[in-house]
């Protein structure tokens, strides 16, 4: 069936280092991939999406590209802020929505 | 303004006390959805709803139930509850069309069980 594999955490890095937190998906079609980040406290709420083999989302500097033939999503940012701590997930929509186990990131000034 | 909201916030109760979760959205969305989420586990599905009367198990449907009577609301009830299902809760909405199947979550419900 499908899934999402995450890099687990947690994860600290200095404000302005750059961030990769790995995703890899498996689907039995073509989904739709996403990112989504939780503040402290809070719901989560969309980071940036994918639809298709190739597609690069991106929002408040983070970026993402679908790329079919390694089935990754990796999430990129090439300098954090102390307000990027969260814990970020990635997730695939096909038939039914499914998400990674979420990584912590901690930014230290 | 386009939200989804949940209540209680948070609740304690004992084992046993038939409880419900309210959800309740207002983006005209078809597909509703219930998450719980546990430290290692991330977030897993419990129930979906793609439309008014119609209600599907996600992976963890065990000692929980839904309905959808109307199209905005989509409560989560625990008969019974137990301590395993001390959780963070999250509602979501989409509308799962053509152009989008973005998901809108709700604040979140922590509920302890004694």
């Known amino acids: 069936g499908d899934s999402v594999t995450q890099m687990e955490g947690p994860v600290t890095l200095s404000e302005e280092a750059f961030l990769t937190i790995n995703c890899t998906y498996t689907a039995t079609g073509y989904p739709s991939l996403f990112w989504y980040v939780q503040y402290p406290g809070e719901g989560l709420q969309l980071l940036l999406k994918a639809t298709k083999a190739d597609d690069k989302g991106s929002n408040k500097g983070f970026e993402a590209t679908y790329r079919k033939e390694t089935t990754s999503f990796h999430l990129e940012k090439g300098s954090v802020q102390v307000s990027d701590s969260a814990v970020y997930f990635c997730a695939l929509s096909e038939n039914q929505f499914y998400f990674g186990t979420g990584t912590s990131l901690t930014v230290i000034p | 303004e386009a939200q989804v909201t949940q209540n209680p916030r948070y609740l304690i109760t004992v084992t046993g006390k038939k409880l419900t979760v309210t959800c309740s959205q207002n983006m005209n969305h078809e597909y509703m959805s219930w998450y719980r989420q546990d430290p290692g586990l991330g977030l897993r599905q419990i129930y979906y709803s793609m439309n008014v009367e119609v209600t599907d198990k996600g992976d963890v449907p065990e000692g929980y139930k839904v309905s959808r009577k109307e199209k905005r609301n989509f409560p989560l009830i625990l008969e019974s509850p137990s301590p395993n299902q001390t959780s963070l809760y999250f509602c979501?909405?989409?509308?799962?069309?053509?152009?989008?199947?973005?998901?809108?979550f709700g604040p979140g419900t922590r509920l302890t069980v004694l």
């Open positions: 979501a909405s989409s509308p799962r069309d053509s152009y989008s199947d973005t998901q809108y």
